[in-house]
């Protein structure tokens, strides 16, 4: 179990390190006319693999029911944003163009959820073992 909540949390970590590193991609795509597509297109697609690794470990690591939600959460905005709006280019615009909007929406899910389990980690650790006596059966 505590090995999932790590696993969990690394992924979670990965997830919005990868979301601030797309945003730099598209930056440099749009902003700086460096790049082409390729950088931010590739990077989306695996940022499904965190996601993926964050749905198993949060059953694995029995995580809170409300983190379960929003993580299942997540994963819906992202494949509504990486595998639905972006190809309805031509036949909707202006919902595919909520795809930067829902990149916002993944970045705060992600940071929330990465915080989330480092607190759900910190309460299942076990406490340490003391090696004082204790005070109560001390007199």
Same mark, same amino acid.
């Given at each position: 179990?505590? *090995?999932? @909540?790590?696993?969990?949390?690394?992924?979670?970590?990965?997830? !919005?390190?990868? !979301?601030?590193?797309?945003? +730099?991609?598209?930056?440099?795509?749009?902003? %700086? $006319?460096?790049?082409?597509?390729? $950088?931010?297109? =590739?990077? =989306?697609?695996?940022?499904?693999?965190?996601?993926?690794?964050?749905?198993?470990?949060?059953?694995?690591?029995? &995580?809170?029911?409300?983190?379960?939600?929003?993580?299942? *959460?997540? +994963?819906?905005?992202?494949?509504?944003?990486?595998?639905?709006?972006? +190809?309805? @280019?031509?036949?909707? #615009?202006?919902? %595919?163009? &909520?795809?930067?909007?829902?990149?916002? *929406?993944?970045?705060?899910? =992600? +940071?929330?959820?990465?915080?989330?389990?480092?607190?759900? @980690?910190?309460?299942?650790? #076990?406490?340490?073992?003391?090696?004082?006596?204790? /005070?109560? /059966?001390?007199?």
């Amino acid at each position: 179990m505590r *090995l999932s @909540r790590i696993i969990y949390t690394v992924a979670a970590w990965l997830f !919005v390190a990868g !979301v601030a590193t797309q945003v +730099f991609f598209a930056g440099m795509a749009v902003v %700086a $006319n460096r790049w082409g597509w390729d $950088n931010h297109r =590739g990077l =989306g697609h695996t940022l499904a693999a965190p996601l993926l690794i964050m749905l198993v470990t949060m059953y694995l690591g029995k &995580l809170p029911g409300r983190m379960k939600r929003l993580t299942w *959460l997540l +994963f819906a905005v992202y494949v509504l944003q990486a595998d639905v709006l972006i +190809f309805m @280019r031509a036949s909707a #615009p202006v919902l %595919a163009a &909520l795809h930067p909007v829902l990149a916002l *929406l993944d970045f705060a899910l =992600g +940071f929330a959820l990465a915080r989330q389990a480092a607190a759900a @980690r910190a309460v299942a650790a #076990p406490a340490p073992l003391s090696l004082q006596p204790d /005070s109560a /059966s001390a007199d």
